[in-house]
């Protein structure tokens, strides 16, 4: 039976507790056989290793079954206030071994596999992960939900089952070239589909008045619809036992839509119909940061989030609920503005359908939602044209209307003869086009606005959202970001984590303030030793994976500096590589001394959006780049460049422990928070950053000491951009930038063609958006003391070890503390209630 409200109800009148399943080791291999032969129809003499993954998986979710039902039971008997977490993005990455940490099932079935003679490693491998992300903000998104059930507070992740998630990146000549992602294709063992289940969803048409017993109402007459069916995923918590729900919506043609138009007799055209419907699921809008305001991506947006609310209004609330409680039972957090539209959603729900006064619906949308905004580029700010939102959804818009009429009359109210005022603040912008600012319409119908770092949620109220934050004061709050610790230290590396937990036990991997204990085994010689020891084991792991994975070899005795995150000129990976080509130039011209330069491995990863040609001109630099470097003798030994394909979860797991330094220099004010950051800092990675994002906290929490700080702040950047910002003054009058610009400008790196990589040099010299000229010699400077620094192994690892200590503040599970203190207030549950 599905785990869904029909079975809850069932499971809670007259069924026997299921059996808990054996948690040995001949229980295991008993269940796994089963699995293998009445699952996959194989026995395991002839089982392909994707059927033993399959059957693997299987196993295991039974495991989890059990407490599944068991959260799922006690929620509805305790009807605790709960967390709905919309998010169009849930970046989950592979899903067994976390399955197997949460469920305390590692040594059982590693021995049970062994017996059969099948090596877990082999089977891990097998895992497409779930890319149904960008980056950062869809990453969050799935740490937040481990960590909400990791501390035993309810939740709903809601999301959209992407039929392809991010494109797989491959290199063709060093240029970008994305393939599509079929992470289905082998079989999805994670997943339970519930098309009973399933939601109807409407677009188009028109709206009209009627007359209901003497009051006027508006209805919605929509002109086409889809159904959504809900795929619902596991999320255990650590050990706990746990499981909430992410249920993720996949779009189908209606049955009355195809039969209509069969009965018509053009079956073409109704097996048309159903692709249309279908698409709206089928791909992950790959821009990062800078939405196009495209239909089909709205579509997408209304889709999941008119499913995730019928959903939760009449499956997962009792039949007989009072909407006007809906407050004590749940919080939907808006991940950015990509679910904001489910604002006008329950307004037309409570106004058109339940019947409501407009006034009492409204005071409780209020109560309801909390926004969270993710970025400073005012690019990325989402916006959609009343054109094309009113053809879609023409009773939404009119409901935005209405909410920004009577938030403007309190705005003129309270600032008479302020016309400028009201038109900055109107939800409503008339140029270039009229639109509709969906951060503008959060903020006025949220109960909070957080921001993801302090810096950023200062710049938030300060600049961004100024007027808002003067009118609403109480409603803007920070809360840092978190990253989660059982799948990026505990499983991502478990010779630290053996480290840690040999000195100070395991309780750190869910209270990560713990690992302050650590603090005065910095100063011990055996514990840097055996820290040590792991880095160099976590690099000889990344040589392997390279190796196998892309065919990069990489040396083990060289310092890794990486950088790894999405291409984008705000994240200055042209600075990062103007640091390369500069060493370069100087050691082959002579004006630094090779033995002198500290031997480097420069590790990239980055994705580019398919249609941000500067990304993709800087990706085919790099790449030159490192052609020529990796193969010029002059520099063999002292200097690498790595860039593998394809940088996602399950690269990041190998990469960040293996890594020495950690990159993040964004200039100051444009890095939300960054994330990445906190993963680097926590396995023991040193940074060289920015005053950005939380590089400003991790910075202030680890010690000016064991942290390479450069360049502008966010004031000084203002104040030079307000100066009237020339990089060409920068190029004339340092001569380093000035070689190393030419050098690449030279056709050095393209075989002699000086026009290949013109466009990234002249945008540097005239425009250059994120100051990257001037802030290159204090980059360069910083990585003069890394060098420095690194040069006293002990030090270096002293400073490593105080990193991991004193970055316990960055555990997703302190940001969901923050996010239940200022904004949920839903507590956990207790579990001997
Ligand atoms: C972040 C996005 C984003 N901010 C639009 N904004 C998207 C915007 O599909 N889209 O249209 C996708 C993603 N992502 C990131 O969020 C920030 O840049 C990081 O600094 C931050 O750490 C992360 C999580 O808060």
Not at 523 to 551: Q, S, W
Not at 756 to 766: G, R, S
Request: proline share 5%.
């Amino acid at each position: 039976r599905p785990p869904d409200v029909a079975s809850v109800r069932k499971v809670t009148q007259n069924t026997e507790p299921i059996a808990i399943r054996e948690r040995t080791v001949d229980g295991f291999t008993r269940e796994f056989l089963r699995e293998l032969n009445f699952g996959q129809g194989v026995d395991l003499s002839r089982a392909s290793v994707n059927d033993q993954y399959l059957a693997l998986a299987r196993t295991v979710r039974h495991y989890l079954m059990v407490r599944w039902l068991e959260t799922l039971r006690r929620q509805y008997e305790l009807q605790a206030k709960s967390v709905a977490y919309l998010s169009a993005e849930f970046l989950l990455g592979r899903q067994l071994d976390n399955a197997l940490l949460a469920s305390g099932l590692q040594d059982v079935v590693e021995e049970g596999l062994g017996n059969l003679g099948i090596d877990l490693a082999t089977l891990r491998d097998a895992e497409v992960e779930p890319g149904l992300g960008n980056g950062g903000l869809g990453r969050l998104a799935a740490c937040f939900v481990d960590s909400l059930a990791t501390m035993n507070v309810p939740c709903i992740g809601y999301g959209i089952r992407y039929e392809y998630g991010i494109f797989r990146q491959t290199f063709v000549d060093g240029w970008q070239v994305e393939k599509p992602d079929n992470w289905l294709a082998l079989g999805s063992p994670w997943e339970f589909p519930h098309p009973e289940a399933a939601v109807t969803v409407s677009f188009g048409g028109h709206t009209e008045t009627y007359d209901d017993e003497g009051t006027e109402r508006t209805r919605w007459v929509p002109g086409w619809s889809v159904l959504g069916v809900p795929y619902n995923y596991m999320v255990p918590g650590f050990e706990n036992g746990r499981v909430n729900t992410l249920r993720l919506w996949s779009a189908q043609a209606t049955r009355a839509f195809d039969l209509e138009i069969f009965n018509a007799g053009d079956y073409a055209e109704a097996v048309r119909a159903q692709t249309f419907a279908e698409n709206i699921s089928k791909v992950l809008y790959p821009e990062d940061s800078t939405p196009q305001g495209k239909e089909l991506r709205l579509q997408q947006q209304y889709f999941f989030v008119a499913c995730s609310l019928a959903n939760f209004l009449e499956e997962v609330l009792p039949e007989d609920f009072d909407l006007r409680r809906l407050p004590e039972r749940i919080i939907f957090q808006l991940n950015d503005t990509h679910p904001v539209i489910a604002i006008p959603e329950l307004m037309r729900i409570l106004v058109d359908e339940r019947k409501w006064n407009w006034d009492d619906a409204w005071a409780v949308i209020q109560k309801v939602f909390a926004y969270t905004c993710h970025t400073l580029l005012p690019e990325a700010l989402e916006v959609w044209s009343a054109d094309l939102l009113g053809r879609l959804l023409p009773r939404h818009l009119e409901i935005i209307y209405r909410i920004n009429e009577e938030f403007l009359d309190g705005v003129r109210e309270r600032y008479p003869d302020d016309e400028l005022r009201v038109r900055r603040m109107s939800i409503i912008a008339e140029h270039p086009e009229r639109s509709v600012r969906m951060a503008f319409l959060a903020t006025v119908a949220g109960t909070k606005v957080n921001g993801v770092a302090a810096l950023h949620s200062q710049l938030l109220a300060d600049k961004v959202l100024h007027d808002f934050s003067e009118y609403f004061p109480e409603k803007f709050t920070n809360v840092t970001n978190g990253i989660t610790p059982r799948r990026f230290v505990r499983l991502a590396n478990p010779g630290l984590s053996g480290l840690i937990t040999g000195a100070i036990g395991d309780g750190w991997v869910t209270d990560l303030e713990r690992l302050k204990e650590l603090e005065p085994l910095a100063d011990d010689a055996e514990f840097r030793r055996l820290f040590r020891e792991i880095k160099t084991n976590n690099k000889h792991r990344l040589v392997d994976v390279l190796r196998e994975r892309d065919g990069i070899e990489l040396d083990p005795d060289t310092m890794l500096d990486v950088m790894v995150k999405r291409l984008h000129e705000y994240k200055r990976q042209t600075l990062k590589l103007l640091h390369v080509v500069s060493l370069y130039e100087r050691i082959t011209s002579g004006v630094l001394d090779i033995d002198k330069v500290t031997p480097r491995t420069f590790a990239f990863g980055a994705k580019a959006a398919p249609g941000y040609r500067m990304a993709k001109q800087i990706i085919g630099l790099i790449n030159a780049v490192g052609r020529t470097i990796n193969e010029d003798p002059a520099v063999k030994g002292r200097l690498s460049i790595a860039f593998p394909a394809n940088y996602n979860v399950t690269l990041a797991e190998t990469l960040i422990p293996a890594a020495d330094l950690s990159e993040q220099i964004s200039l100051a004010g444009k890095e939300a928070s960054g994330t990445g950051n906190m993963k680097f800092a926590l396995n023991g990675a040193l940074t060289i950053g920015t005053d950005d994002g939380a590089n400003v906290e991790i910075r202030q929490l680890v010690g000016d000491d064991h942290f390479f700080l450069f360049g502008l702040t966010e004031p000084e950047v203002a104040d030079v951009v307000d100066a009237g910002y020339h990089p060409t003054s920068y190029y004339e009058s340092n001569k380093t930038l000035r070689h190393a610009l030419d050098l690449i400008a030279s056709g050095k790196f393209s075989g002699g063609d000086r026009h290949v990589f013109e466009p990234v040099v002249a945008n540097l010299l005239q425009e250059d958006r994120f100051l990257v000229l001037a802030d290159f010699q204090a980059y360069l400077d910083a990585q003069d003391r890394v060098d420095a620094a690194y040069a006293d192994t002990d030090a270096w690892t002293r400073s490593a070890v105080l990193n991991v200590a004193r970055s316990g503040f960055f555990s997703s599970d302190r940001s969901m503390r923050d996010y239940i203190d200022r904004i949920w207030h839903t507590p956990p549950i207790d579990p001997n209630a």
